[in-house]
């Protein structure tokens, strides 16, 4: 708990020098809103055989890798209705696909309400909600230019962050200030064991640029934690697929920023992005026979740059993982065996996307990866179509 703390106040304290959008709830209108993607893919991320690890990390929550053919990605169905003044509830009901195979579920149910504390208007939520430190942490395939989850999200989130916990957040002089506790349902934690985080953002407005920029601090405990990817329904293969029996005891404690902006230049528009996650994880790592005490300090990196003209936008994305990890108390075999040796190796991905809004809900979307997160480099294309469509 006193590394807790000090996590929270550490952040607190880094609010000022840095600098997400404004405080929301009932400043949202009451709506209905449906969205969902078709992808067909030249090649698989992984073989269908084996469990998809990348090397030198710890994986977990909903990080699974994309399979060749035709899936169902992704499948929103979200509502926002305001109760009364300064009470609000808002709710998700989402799928994701995994090889072909869907699974419906109340993904979101959060209630939120405006307050005045000291004559500052704060808003408090309580449910089963996303975290606010990054729009990194809430992939979903229907939102935006990349129909595949940033390497960010998949190696500091499990993909897309989703838990039950509170928020309360406020604005102050143009800064946007939070504080979150979760119970620890999403990785990098364990169930009940919590996760806490605090993050300060700011949009940025002048002329025809416009952008937002964030820091945030994530402090995680777990307590034999296990991957758990291949459980629960998740099998990626016509045989069930079970992830090692390597357990997870420590801490994870995560620091980022990010930033986007665009630039409206009649006819065309240029935006740009980047984003840094650093982690340090401190704690041990367990299997039926052996342990080590394991310390790891990981780097993620993010550049995006785009253009748009009309309809059109086009969009080119670079993502960088550098692991140091280091082991005591063990063999050199159990080091091997955990697939967390990883010899220098740093996971890449390189993407290009082009997208077109081709009729009225319609998004007509192609994309070309480099996939240089495993030792064996792959490429592959997709096409698909998103459909957003506003029910109410």
Sequence with gaps: MNKLTFSIVLCGLSAPIYAHQSIHGNSRPDSVDVRTTVTYRSNEAAPADEVWQIPGVLMGGEALPVSKGATLDDVQLLGHLNIKEGYFVSTKIGTHGHDGSTEVSLEKLWFGANTEFYNQVMLFEVGKMSTEVTPTASFHASDGAYSEAP????????????????????????????????????????????????????????????????????????????????????????????????????????????????????PITLDAGFEWITSDVDGVLLDSTQSAAYLSTQDGYSLQMGVALDSHHLSIKYERLVVDNRFTQTSQTFVQSTGLYNEDFEPEKFAVAWVWDVYEDFTLRTEWYQDNTQEKQTSRWSLGLVWQYKLL
Excluded at 200 to 216: D, E
Excluded at 230 to 251: I, K, M, N, V
């Design 151 to 266: 390497l960010l999200a998949d190696v500091f989130f499990g993909r897309h962050f989703v838990d039950i916990g509170v928020r309360a957040s406020s604005s102050f002089y143009g800064f946007n200030l939070g504080v979150e506790l979760f119970n620890g349902d999403n990785f990098p934690s364990s169930s009940g064991d919590g996760t806490a985080a605090v993050y300060v953002h700011t949009p940025v407005r002048y002329q025809n640029i416009k952008g937002q920029f964030g820091s945030w601090l994530m402090f995680s405990d777990a307590k034999s934690r296990t991957d758990l990817r291949y459980e629960d329904g998740h099998s990626y293969s016509d045989s069930q697929l079970s992830a090692s029996d390597l357990a997870f005891t420590g801490d994870t404690l995560m620091f980022g920023i990010y930033g986007d902006i665009a630039w409206q230049l009649n």
